[in-house]
Structures are given as structure tokens and as C-alpha cells.
């Protein structure tokens, strides 16, 4: 059992950074794949990045590549996302996740067995 909690959530003009944090209870959170997803006003949630168990691969949506940046250290049972150059697009509640993956499929939803309930990212412009 996994138990995620987000934080760093806010208000931000366009350009600015954020930086968001997931904090995961249990001994085993260096065994999973970590991603982040986001879902904006009247939308789908959508992926945004994910991060393997190593911290060896990640994979990031177009949308945000070069933009953001995720790591975990999994000594302290963290995964950070710094949000650089931001936009009103991405304004939306980010989702920190945990699962297995199998293959390629760090973007799908259902391959995440564990969410934390959302911080909120609101980009004025």
C-alpha cells in the first residue's frame, strides 16, 4: 500500500515556476514508477511525466517537455516537479501517481494502482 500526498500547488503568473512535491508513506515506494497527470477544467485528465522506479528513465508529454522537469529520491519517499515557463494551459490539478508499468505504457492511466487527491495549479495570464 502506497499513500501519495501532493504539495506546492498555486497561483503563478505566466513564466513563472512552481515547484510540486508527492510524499509517499510505505517501504516500498522505491519499487514503483512514479508519473504525474493533470486534469484542467471540463477536459480529460491527461499525463504529463512520469519517472521509472530508478529514476533512470523519464518520459514527459510534448506539451510540457523542456518545461518540466520531475525526479524522486527515493531515500526520503519523494517525487518533485519543477514546472518552469509556465502557462495559462496548464492550469489544471496535478495528480501524483504510482504503479508497475509494463513496456511503454507510462502515459495510461489504468497502469497507476495508487493516486494522491490533487494540488491545485492555477497560471494567470
Known amino acids: 500500500q502506497v499513500q501519495l500526498v501532493e504539495s506546492g500547488g498555486g497561483l503563478v503568473q505566466a513564466g513563472g515556476s512552481l515547484r510540486l512535491s508527492c510524499a509517499a508513506s510505505g517501504r516500498t515506494f522505491s519499487s514503483y514508477d512514479m508519473g504525474w497527470f493533470r486534469q484542467a477544467p471540463g477536459k480529460e485528465r491527461e499525463f504529463v511525466v512520469a519517472i521509472r522506479w530508478s529514476g533512470g528513465r523519464t518520459y514527459y508529454a510534448d506539451s510540457v517537455k523542456g518545461r518540466f522537469t520531475i525526479s524522486r529520491d527515493n531515500a526520503k519517499n519523494t517525487v518533485t516537479l519543477q514546472m518552469n515557463s509556465l502557462k495559462p494551459e496548464d492550469t489544471a490539478v496535478y495528480y501524483c501517481?504510482?504503479?508497475?508499468?509494463?513496456?511503454?505504457?507510462?502515459?495510461?492511466?489504468?497502469?497507476?494502482?495508487?493516486w494522491g487527491q490533487g494540488t491545485q495549479v492555477t497560471v494567470s495570464s
Open positions: 501517481a504510482a504503479g508497475r508499468w509494463g513496456g511503454s505504457s507510462w502515459y495510461k492511466e489504468y497502469e497507476y494502482n495508487y
